[in-house]
């Protein structure tokens, strides 16, 4: 073969190696863009992390932060959702935004608590970068699905054994981008370190009196439809526990284990002056048993694989035909977040939280996620963010 063969063959390769790396640019980098999100009527101010730790001005790790004030007197209680993106019904996060309405207290809800985890995905998971729900006008909703850990391009490479800064616990080396092993963070830390240091500034200066971090779990790992507290709000766990159950939602009450450390609910509990809980749903996309990965089983949560391990016994949760589709693991977080504010006025009278226009849990589990969202119409008229 001819000389000017191979420099064409080379020169089509070399073309070809160019265009898959931009194209992936491309898809890669609609992630960096921060999800569009409709403020709702309850919402009276908006910050960011980094009004917290001015830092994280102008990065990716710098996420929104929704206030949602009365203007009676009561408690404050905050949300922390998204500290695991690929955690999806951490989205209940997200209707409390587009829809509560709080009529004695505060809240201050950060639905997408690790933006740099927003900004990727796991290619060797194939998992979908974006998931598309359907709202009430029959537009569609577009959320990022992003990944468990900070986006490496903020921290790289791992270290072969991170080891937690004030305890000195050591996890596996990727764990270093695991915000939920980061705090209560520190300032000169790591990108992840960073941005937790921002969370629990935010609790202390808000004077959060309760935070409530979303998250999920695979079916096959045994803290999952559970609720797990702080031993010095035990007494709040047990009452949103019991009141749970009473309504059919059953859940399991976990206290928080002294020796794990960097979890929200133990770090921001020793840290702060804040009562703490930590809700996990059952979440079929993050398991090993599954199947096909894809927006079908993140909204319909229905796996064969998983319906026959729960016949064997490998599961912690009951998991048929019917699946746990997204609507009714938003729902569970809903209803769990209700009954946490509800036991807190009652162990608290004189700091009362109260809250409207949250769908109950049975509205919830028959409603689609997206009908629960404000119409992406809005966003045209001015309303989104």
């Not at 900004?119 to 990022?144: C, M, N, W, Y």
């Not at 526990?241 to 020793?270: C, H, W």
């Amino acid at each position: 073969m001819s000389a000017r063969f191979h420099m064409f063959t080379a020169l089509a390769v070399s073309a070809l190696v160019a265009l898959t790396i931009i194209l992936g640019y491309i898809s890669f980098s609609r992630m960096w863009e921060y999800d569009l999100i409709i403020p709702g009527p309850g919402v009276t101010e908006v910050k960011w992390l980094s009004d917290y730790f001015p830092p994280l001005k102008g990065t990716l790790g710098d996420s929104r932060v929704f206030f949602l004030d009365s203007g009676r007197p009561g408690a404050t209680v905050s949300i922390t959702a998204g500290i695991h993106p690929d955690e999806h019904a951490t989205m209940a996060g997200l209707v409390m935004v587009e829809r509560a309405r709080p009529r004695t207290g505060r809240l201050i809800v950060i639905p997408q608590c690790n933006n740099s985890a927003y900004t990727h995905s796991f290619p060797q998971e194939a998992t979908p970068q974006f998931i598309h729900l359907r709202d009430a006008e029959g537009g569609v909703r577009k959320i990022r699905g992003g990944a468990r850990g900070t986006n490496s391009i903020h921290f790289w490479p791992d270290p072969e054994v991170f080891i937690h800064y004030f305890t000195g616990q050591k996890l596996s080396g990727e764990e270093v981008r695991n915000i939920n092993r980061a705090f209560p963070g520190r300032p000169e830390g790591t990108f992840t370190e960073r941005v937790a240091y921002a969370i629990t500034r935010m609790v202390l200066q808000e004077k959060v009196d309760l935070n409530i971090d979303l998250h999920e779990a695979w079916p096959e790992y045994p803290f999952i439809n559970a609720m797990g507290v702080h031993e010095k709000n035990a007494d709040l766990g047990t009452i949103a526990a019991l009141d749970l159950n009473m309504q059919g939602v059953d859940i399991r009450l976990e206290m928080s284990p002294p020796k794990f450390r960097g979890l929200t609910y133990r770090e921001l509990g020793d840290h702060t002056p804040a009562w703490t809980v930590l809700l996990e749903t059952p979440n079929p996309t993050s398991g090993r048993i599954r199947g096909i990965t894809d927006e079908k089983l993140i909204i319909e949560g229905r796996d064969a694989f998983y319906v026959r391990a729960a016949q064997l016994g490998r599961t912690f949760v009951p998991f048929d035909e019917r699946g746990w589709p997204l609507s009714v693991r938003v729902a569970r977080h809903l209803a769990s977040l209700q009954a946490l504010m509800a036991a807190y006025t009652e162990l608290n009278p004189d700091k009362p939280i109260s809250v409207d226009d949250i769908p109950d849990y049975e509205e919830a589990c028959r409603t689609p996620v997206g009908e629960l969202l404000n119409p992406a119409s809005q966003a045209a008229k001015g309303g989104g963010l």
